[in-house]
């Protein structure tokens, strides 16, 4: 039985291994490639808003009455318009998109500011503000360039998010390999 659970976990570490080079590869496409890149999360996005809309609707009438059922009705409608918004419309959908991310670097980085003043006497808290900083600038850096950021900001973005994703998944499962190799189980009688 512990010769079954050594290979099932040696296997799916590898699947996790394959998945996180795949993520890898991706991200460095969507490195070169921001603004194809933006647009194909843009149309992600579109078909989750829609899918989202539809769940939001079929569950509106399965929790509350009345007003609630309405109020989660037009919000799932809502929903439907915007992703069937940025489907029809990608370019503009990204523009859009790009202007949402500034906004939420710019709330991010003051947030972070601010958590920086409450957590001043902290050891290590000098981070949070340097992370606040950079989130300003970076917020800065896109919200001043729009319109013209929005052709590698959300691409570029997101292509680090996944290399690092990707990074992160192929060492755990390397560690999670090694670890197996390196536990004695016990033998089965």
Same mark, same amino acid.
């Given at each position: 039985?512990?010769? =079954?659970?050594?290979?099932?976990?040696?296997?799916?570490?590898?699947?996790?291994?394959?998945?996180?080079?795949?993520?890898?590869?991706?991200?460095?496409?969507?490195?070169?490639?921001?603004?194809?890149?933006?647009?194909?999360? =843009?149309?992600?996005?579109?078909?989750?808003?829609?899918?989202?809309?539809?769940?939001?609707?079929?569950?509106?009438?399965?929790?509350?009455?009345?007003?609630?059922?309405?109020?989660?009705?037009?919000?799932? $409608?809502?929903?439907?318009?915007?992703?069937?918004?940025?489907?029809?419309? *990608?370019?503009?959908?990204?523009?859009?998109? =790009?202007?949402?991310?500034?906004?939420?670097?710019? $709330?991010?980085?003051?947030?972070?500011?601010?958590?920086?003043?409450?957590?001043? *006497?902290?050891?290590?808290?000098?981070?949070?503000?340097?992370?606040?900083?950079?989130?300003?600038?970076?917020?800065?850096?896109?919200?001043?360039?729009? *319109?013209?950021?929005?052709?590698?900001?959300?691409?570029?973005?997101?292509?680090?998010?996944?290399?690092?994703?990707?990074?992160?998944?192929?060492?755990?499962?390397?560690?999670?390999?090694?670890?197996?190799? =390196?536990?004695?189980? *016990?033998?089965?009688?």
């Amino acid at each position: 039985m512990a010769e =079954t659970m050594v290979g099932s976990i040696k296997r799916a570490s590898g699947w996790s291994i394959a998945l996180g080079i795949i993520m890898i590869i991706a991200g460095i496409i969507a490195i070169f490639a921001p603004w194809e890149a933006g647009l194909v999360i =843009t149309l992600v996005v579109g078909w989750s808003a829609i899918f989202n809309g539809a769940a939001q609707i079929v569950f509106a009438f399965r929790t509350h009455g009345g007003l609630h059922i309405a109020l989660e009705v037009i919000l799932g $409608i809502i929903y439907i318009i915007a992703g069937i918004f940025l489907l029809m419309h *990608p370019r503009s959908g990204l523009l859009a998109l =790009t202007l949402v991310l500034a906004s939420l670097f710019l $709330i991010e980085g003051l947030l972070d500011v601010v958590l920086y003043f409450n957590l001043r *006497p902290a050891r290590g808290a000098g981070w949070v503000l340097f992370d606040g900083l950079v989130t300003l600038l970076l917020a800065g850096f896109i919200g001043f360039h729009w *319109p013209s950021s929005s052709a590698w900001a959300i691409g570029t973005l997101v292509g680090v998010s996944m290399i690092m994703s990707g990074v992160a998944r192929v060492m755990m499962s390397l560690g999670i390999r090694k670890l197996t190799q =390196t536990t004695s189980l *016990p033998k089965a009688a």
